[in-house]
């Protein structure tokens, strides 16, 4: 904001005798144009009016103090931005011109009033206050009880502290000669400079009546500076050191690092920077004569801005005042020291032609712009004195203030605990995303109050947060004999669970839950976890090691944190109160650090074989000095026999391990002891293996993460169904919505996708992702999604981010590298960005109808994809996005949509009524049926095109002829004659389809290692029945540490694309997601063992009499822990099976009558959709449709609508039934139960019926 300076206010006052009106006007002219600097001059000042003051003026006025929303949305940004800086007297000086400037824009500081654009003064007062540190605490809390908290009070008191410390404010510290010659600003010529360290009020330029003391000061402040005295030893002076601005450490947080050339070797004050530390006596002459004492000696890392690392040899000076690097070192070394403008240089290694560092050159002093690494874990500088003895200044670490940035902490109660264990907070941290390589997503981290001990295990779903806590009560309350008696958590659902409240009730324990939205209440928890990433950051900051290794970078977080001192604990250390004895701190290694592992004689390859292997450090083992070691290939273990190297950081590619299914980050359990301690419990438990992969990845905007994070691989515990919300619909419903069952496909592949960008460019397949993010790129520009505007100042932009998937064949085979940018829909807001977000999805049973009508005409059956198909619907709402990874785009600007992108929520809308456009006009119409059904309208062309989002089946004689109109207005790939569709292997016969999965069941017998198990006859065992699990079974089960919503999810799209034969065996399966034990994973790998013996079987599509029969059936209080009973259905077209369905009956039956009364609802309903399918494709009429039941009170129910005293009963719906009776839309008729196919679905069978539904659906073996 331009301000003119006025009399009292940086101009000094003066009496002038003023000429004319005109003279006037131009010394008025002149002073605007000298104050409002050379920008503005070329922006307002013309030859026209550079003499007329009030044109000026009111240019100005017009332009900074316009009072649109926008001027003052930016005014008030850059008030809440106004730094504190180093100076009170400045800060305020900031403050005011702030608030001049909000108001000068129109914004009312006051009581806020709805009909004006206010800011309330009680906020900005608080506001002014939380930038000002903790030095003036006691004054704070003054200010701070003064009610109503104005701006005014605010200036005041803040006024009345600079006069009070006005004496003070020069630090006592010895200057040298360097310092005295840097530039001070003072004021001159009339006018205050507020860079100076006195406030206007004092400014002796415009109160000379303080010019005496002013003057006195500068004086006493320059003896001070040139009496510097050192008292060093006068032993030998083997080094020497010419700078002049050397001196003893100061106060000052800055702390750049020089470039010598009188330095005869390297030289650093803070010992938390060495490595390989040892004492040594010595001394260093300075340029005054005088000397320094050296107390020690070591390697010391410097990171530079390339990320690079250079160690050195140095010597530990604690009196510097900055850090040394000797030039004429480098020298040596064939450094050379090369120019790269008037301020800038750059020290380049010639042997290696590399860049070693960059600088800049401030007067006379050369500082290199470079970052000392920190070893110890990254506490903090008070615990580093306990740890290592000796005084650190204010810790400038890069990786902890890029990893420890938070807001100021909330000064609260808590409860105070008398003794171990009398007080236990606990809290989990997550969804995490990446996940660790195992699958993890959260860490559950409990504290001891009393010790601040910590323990952290990492779950795959918080759902194993109880059975850690109970592992944890049991070990420690062995360890120290005692009893848990409170326990604090907020009220997340994982802990008032009913387990939980079972598990407090029985053992005593006081479970306090804290208000919601008041994390302050479980500080210890909520802050503990706070500490603990921000190490794990930093920990995976400094050893270069990819973001899915954050369960060991927590682990060692909070091992470290154990050792720690703690104020709290008078600088003594959770370790030591919990077990009794200090920590030997001489075990510490850094972490990341290049590690060799010694192999065992028993594991080594012959006489000559290696005897150790590299690795990388990881973490510690808690009760005996072994070492967390990633080795190759991406396995965890721990060693006792381990040599470190700490001078090298090997660091690891994120898609090195990816892949590996033995990692994250399983114990080798051959290397562990057998005498290895049980006593104390360990904090640190990782969890077992957990394999996963990606397939072909469909454009769904369900596959699409609403998350700024990578797209995790595995489908957790939590994601593949929530069961509380559908536990009334316990059935094979939802597998019949494609989307959700493709999910489960595509996460059965064992092949590495990069989560980010970066990881992408850094795996071995960068080449082909750095290909598809162009080719993604070339389509955007080539359909013009978007446009590059300047950033909006009162806009929201939504977040970018990159999916990667690689598609295959049925067969396995790798057909593309596929890249999305996508937009985070999560942000998107109802009513503002997206309306209406409702698209259809096409039934698999329309698709079954369309394939079975083009097999019986002799028609060709293709297939089609669109190319970025969501980026060809046309937005009509006002979306920015904010750029992403490998997007060249301007700063200060964003990318505007003109048409939707993958993420939208109302991305999958605009698709489809693009497409209805596009298929309208060549002449197409959607079914009724089915939405997703299109077909022709012109007479004599019969064309079927079924849609699944972007990919099309195409049904016609003159297939070629759809083709054209397509391409004419899409970019196609085609794919030519159907080989495979959506997850399906097809194969084409003269009369008939072969659907079959075999790929993806062969994918999932090798994940759960059943590729070569006993063979079984029947999916599921003959006349049996799963119940719910008991609590013993239960925690069997759990103790395998098998993820069974995922198991159980990965064979959902089998049971309901092509093997009606293992419907009711999922069904059962599904009953039992919320609480698995381990009889229903023996249940799951029987029916592996079946599908690993039918895995080629194939289901047959066309032929017959093109006559629709429908098979009813069900099994009357089949469940027996709900005593409901199980509907299924089986429709067939001549001798296609175009449709089934397993399901336990939402409503309990009474009798046999009425469980086949509702099984026969569901059919019927089916029926009359399917014949509405047929009569859109013009194929005719099927009615009246054969309904065959084998319960004969149900048919006489059907077409009798009397009402009788024992089906009075039954829910109005079901009477629908008699309806399409009457109607002549169906015929019920009988059919004995030894003949009813559709028996299989609702009850297990013994082999032979089982073998007789098999020949009945006329599904094969399929022969390559």
């Known amino acids: ?113 709805p009909e004006e654009p206010t800011v309330n003064e009680n906020h900005l007062a608080e506001i002014i206050m939380s930038k000002i540190p903790s030095s003036y605490n006691n004054t704070k809390d003054i200010i701070f009880t003064k009610q109503p908290l104005t701006l005014e009070i605010v200036r005041t008191q803040l006024d009345s502290k600079i006069l009070d410390t006005q004496d003070d404010l020069t630090h006592p510290v010895v200057k040298t000669e360097s310092a005295m010659n840097v530039s001070v600003p003072f004021c001159e010529n009339g006018v205050h400079n507020p860079k100076t360290r006195h406030s206007e009020a004092r400014c002796y330029q415009l109160h000379p009546e303080f010019e005496a003391a002013n003057k006195k000061k500068r004086q006493q402040a320059k003896k001070k500076a040139n009496a510097a005295i050192f008292n060093v030893p006068e032993d030998a002076k083997a080094y020497h050191c010419r700078s002049s601005h050397v001196a003893f450490s100061s106060l000052s947080s800055a702390k750049p690092i020089f470039l010598d050339s009188g330095c005869s070797d390297h030289m650093f004050p803070e010992k938390k920077f060495f490595f390989n530390y040892a004492p040594f006596t010595s001394s260093v002459s300075i340029a005054n004569g005088k000397s320094l004492p050296i107390i020690g000696l070591g390697l010391i ?50 042997s290696l032609n590399s860049k070693v560092f960059d600088g800049t050159v401030e007067g006379q002093i050369f500082s290199i712009k470079a970052t000392l690494v920190n070893p110890s874990g990254h506490p903090s500088s008070e615990a580093l004195k306990i740890m290592f003895g000796i005084e650190f200044s204010t810790l400038s670490c890069d990786s902890c203030r890029i990893s420890k940035s938070h807001c100021l902490p909330f000064s609260g109660t808590l409860p105070k605990p008398q003794g171990l264990l009398h007080f236990i907070y606990m809290d989990l941290s997550g969804k995490i995303s990446p996940p660790t390589v195992g699958g993890g997503l959260y860490y559950f981290k409990i504290t001891d109050a009393y010790s601040s001990f910590k323990h952290v295990y990492i779950l795959l779903s918080k759902s194993q947060a109880f059975e850690k806590f109970n592992h944890y009560v049991k070990e420690v309350e062995n360890f120290h004999s005692a009893k848990v008696r409170n326990v604090v958590t907020d009220g997340g659902g994982e802990f008032c669970s009913h387990e939980f409240e079972e598990f407090f009730k029985d053992k005593g324990i006081i479970h306090h839950i804290t208000a919601p939205y008041t994390p302050q209440q479980n500080s210890i928890a909520e802050r503990g976890n706070q500490t603990t990433s921000e190490k794990a950051r930093s920990l995976l900051k400094q050893a270069n090691l990819p973001s899915s290794i954050w369960g060991e970078a927590v682990n060692t977080a909070v091992f470290y944190e154990n050792i720690t001192p703690m104020r709290r604990l008078k600088w003594s250390t959770p370790y030591k109160l919990w077990f009794g004895h200090k920590f030997n701190y001489s075990r510490l290694r850094t972490f990341g650090c290049r590690a060799y592992v010694n192999i065992p004689k ?52 994120p898609g090195s391990f990816a892949g590996n299914s033995n990692t994250e980050f399983g114990f080798d359990e051959d290397l562990i002891p057998e005498d290895a301690p049980k006593s104390a419990p360990n904090p640190f438990e990782t969890p077992e293996s957990d394999t996963s992969g990606d397939a072909e990845f469909h454009d769904s905007p369900d596959n699409i993460p609403e998350e700024q994070a990578p797209l995790p691989e595995d489908i957790d515990s939590s994601n593949i169904i929530t069961t509380k919300r559908r536990a009334h619909i316990a059935s094979l419903d939802f597998p019949r919505d494609l989307s959700i069952a493709m999910a489960a496909l595509n996460n059965t592949t064992s092949h590495p996708i990069p989560h980010t960008y ?176 299109f077909i022709s309208q012109v007479p004599g062309w019969k064309c079927l095109v079924h849609i699944y989002v972007d990919n099309m089946a195409i049904i016609s004689h003159n297939v070629e002829r759809f083709k054209k109109l ?37 994918e999932i017998l090798k994940e759960y290692d059943h590729l070569h198990a006993r063979s079984a006859a ?29 198991a159980v999810g990965s064979v959902n799209y089998i049971s309901c694309s092509t093997q009606p034969d293992i419907s009711f065996a999922v069904s059962q399966l599904l009953q039992h997601l919320e609480r698995p034990g381990i009889k229903h994973w023996n249940a799951f790998k029987h029916l592996l063992r079946y599908l690993s013996s039918t895995k080629s079987l194939s289901l047959w599509i066309g032929g017959g009499d093109k006559k629709l029969k429908v098979y009813c059936d069900a099994d009357w209080a089949n469940c027996t822990d709900s005593r409901r009973s199980y509907s299924g259905y089986l429709v067939t077209w001549g001798d296609s099976v175009i449709s089934w369905k397993t399901k336990k009956q939402t409503l309990v039956a009474t009798s046999t009558t009425e469980a086949e009364y509702q099984s026969l609802y569901a059919g019927v309903q089916e029926s009359v959709w399917l014949n509405s399918v047929l009569q859109s494709i013009d194929s005719g009429s099927a009615f009246p449709i054969s309904i065959l039941c084998n319960n004969q009170a149900a048919i006489a129910l059907s077409n009798n609508p009397i009402t009788h005293p024992k089906s009075k009963h039954i829910d109005t719906k079901y009477h629908f039934i008699q309806e399409a009776v009457e109607k002549g839309w169906v015929a019920l008729t009988y059919i004995s139960t030894a003949s009813m196919p559709a028996d299989g679905l609702t009850k297990s069978l013994a082999k032979i019926k089982h073998l007789s539904m098999i020949n009945f659906l006329k599904m094969k073996l399929l022969l390559v």
């Not at 899409?970 to 030519?976: H, I, N, Q, S, V």
């Not at 399906?984 to 993806?1000: A, V, Y």
């Not at 395998?1040 to 995922?1046: A, D, E, K, S």
Request: charged share 20%.
């Open 966 to 1002: 397509t391409k004419a207005r899409f970019l196609m790939d085609d794919l030519g004659p159907v080989t495979s569709l959506l997850g399906m292997k097809i194969t084409q016969h003269s009369d008939h389809l072969m659907l079959s999965q075999e790929r993806h069941i062969e």
């Open 758 to 933: 970066r990881e992408a460019l850094l795996s071995p397949d960068a080449e082909e992702w750095r290909a598809a993010v162009q080719v993604e790129l070339e389509a955007m520009a080539r359909l013009n999604v978007w446009e590059v505007v300047p950033t909006p100042d009162c806009q929201s932009l939504l977040g970018t981010i990159w999916i990667f998937r690689k598609k295959y064949n049925a067969s396995g085979n790798l057909v593309k590298f596929k890249a999305r940018l996508c937009a985070q829909g999560s942000a998107q807001q109802e009513g503002v960005d997206y309306n209406e977000t409702y698209a259809p999805t096409g039934r698999p049973s329309a698709l079954q109808v369309a394939l079975t009508i083009g097999v019986n005409e002799g028609m060709d059956i293709h297939q089609m994809d669109v190319r970025n198909a969501f980026l060809n619907g046309n937005l009509d709402d006002v979306i920015y996005l904010r750029c992403s990874s490998g997007m060249n785009v301007p700063p200060g600007h964003c990318l505007k949509l003109k048409k939707s992108i993958y993420g939208l929520k109302q991305a999958p809308r605009v698709w489809y009524t693009e497409l209805n456009k596009i298929f309208t006009s060549i002449n197409f119409a959607p079914s009724i049926a089915d939405p997703c059904l």
């Open 301 to 350: 890392k410097l990171k530079n801005t390339d990320g690079n690392d250079h160690w050195f040899k140095a010597l530990h000076v604690p009196q510097l005042s900055h850090a040394l690097v000797s030039f004429g070192r480098l020298f040596v070394s064939n450094c050379d020291l090369i120019r790269r403008g008037t301020d800038d240089f750059s020290v380049m290694d010639q």
């Open 1018 to 1046: 029947t999916p599921f065992v003959p006349n049996t029945r799963l119940t719910a699990a008991t609590t013993k079974e239960v925690n069997a089960f759990k103790a395998l540490g098998i993820n069974y919503r995922r």
């Open 1 to 113: 904001m331009f301000r003119v300076p006025y009399q009292g206010q940086g101009v000094k006052s003066k009496t002038r005798t003023v000429g004319s009106l005109t003279d006037r006007k131009h010394m008025a002219a002149g002073i605007l144009v000298r104050y409002m600097g050379s920008d503005n001059q070329g922006r307002f000042v013309t030859d026209t009016n550079q003499q007329q003051p009030h044109e000026l003026w009111t240019l100005l006025c017009n332009h900074f103090e316009a009072k649109t929303t926008q001027n003052q949305s930016k005014v008030y940004q850059n008030f809440l931005k106004i730094p504190f800086g180093n100076n009170l007297g400045q800060y305020l000086v900031a403050v005011d011109t702030g608030v001049a400037n909000m108001r000068a824009v129109g914004m009312t500081i006051c009581v806020p009033k």
């Open 602 to 653: 028993e594991r080594r390859q012959g006489k000559f074989g290696d005897t150790s292997k590299r690795g990388v450090l990881v973490g510690y083992w808690q009760g005996i000095q072994n070492w967390r070691i990633l080795t190759a290939g991406g396995r965890v273990e721990y060693s006792h026999n381990v040599m470190f190297d700490e001078t090298t950081y090997p660091g690891i590619s």
